[in-house]
């Protein structure tokens, strides 16, 4: 059975391997789960003198924690987090639940339980928290890693202002991802009151109307709700879709569009994203 001692890790005391040397060996490993013997070793050990359940053993390398709450575990089942974020954890055969939380804790939460066939991504674990694979019967699993994010880029908080006679409206506010003046437009070639240009805070020209370039490019939400528009320049009309922190859209523009921007509902300042596939090129005369 998996008794509770099984889910509260204290870190041992070994220096750990740094994360490129724990990666190694942690994409595409596969196997079967072993059987994790805990032995009460010194105190206080609160769940009697021994227990033990099927885990994944992590490798040597991968620097797994196996002593805690005066048990030592053999083999090793904690993974700090430093290693386990970035890891998939896949079930080939059997079932196995995944448990998380901080060295020192009774018990650890279980963040997902896992059929054959399934996996799950970790991600979002605290730096002093350890994972752990475990389950009643054997199982088999294999792993991959998943490269880190590409880096984020903050948003601009945004003015549009009249830029046409014909213009007298109060300026709108939201953030945007600006671009150099030679890729994107600072204006959305609107007429009459719709009309307007794109400035910071301070006054500073901002660049945010992507040129038909924008077609491919991958934006994913990183912090803040940001809205994505694909549009043909100058017209009233156009796509949005929005995106909350973990979701992606890679834009796809339609004929007529000819453009795009990154931005956030009316009124809100900031954002955060990350941009793959993005590549700026001159905007047409």
């Known amino acids: 059975m998996i008794c509770a001692a099984a889910h509260a890790g204290c870190l041992a005391a070994a220096d750990p391997p740094s994360t490129a040397e ?21 105190s206080p050990c ?3 003198d021994s227990l033990a359940n099927p885990a994944i053993a992590w490798p040597d390398r991968a620097g797994p924690v196996a002593t805690r709450l005066g048990y030592t575990a053999s083999p090793a089942p904690y993974l ?13 055969a059997g079932s196995a639940s995944l448990y998380a939380g901080a060295p020192a804790d009774s018990a650890h939460r279980m963040i997902a339980t896992l059929a ?32 880190p994010p590409p880096p984020g880029i903050d948003a601009i908080a945004a003015f549009w202002r009249c830029n046409i006679p014909e213009c007298t409206g109060d300026p709108w506010t939201g953030a945007v991802i600006g671009w150099p003046d030679w890729a994107a437009y ?14 910071a ?16 490019c991958e934006v994913t939400a990183l912090a803040g709700t940001v809205l994505i528009i694909e549009w043909q320049r100058g017209t009233d009309s156009w796509r949005e879709t929005p995106l909350q922190p973990g979701e992606s859209h890679t834009i796809q523009l339609l004929p007529p569009e000819d453009g795009a921007m990154i931005e956030t509902e009316d009124g809100m300042t900031s954002f955060r994203v990350s941009l793959q596939n993005c590549n700026p090129q001159p905007w047409p005369d």
């Open 80 to 92: 700090p987090a430093a290693q386990a974020n970035g890891v998939t954890i896949a079930i080939d």
């Open 22 to 42: 724990a990666r190694s060996d942690l994409d595409d490993l596969a196997g079967a789960s072993e059987l994790v013997t805990w032995t009460c070793t010194a």
């Open 116 to 147: 054959a066939g399934e996996s799950y991504a970790v991600t979002g674990l605290g730096g002093d928290e350890v994972l752990s694979v475990q389950s009643d019967a054997d199982f088999s699993y294999h792993t991959r890693t998943t490269p």
């Open 201 to 216: 805070g301070d006054g500073t020209p901002l660049y945010p109307y992507m040129a038909a370039w924008a077609d491919g």
């Open 46 to 48: 609160p769940w009697g």
């Open 186 to 199: 600072q204006s959305n070639a609107r007429a009459g009151d719709q009309s307007r240009s794109v400035f």
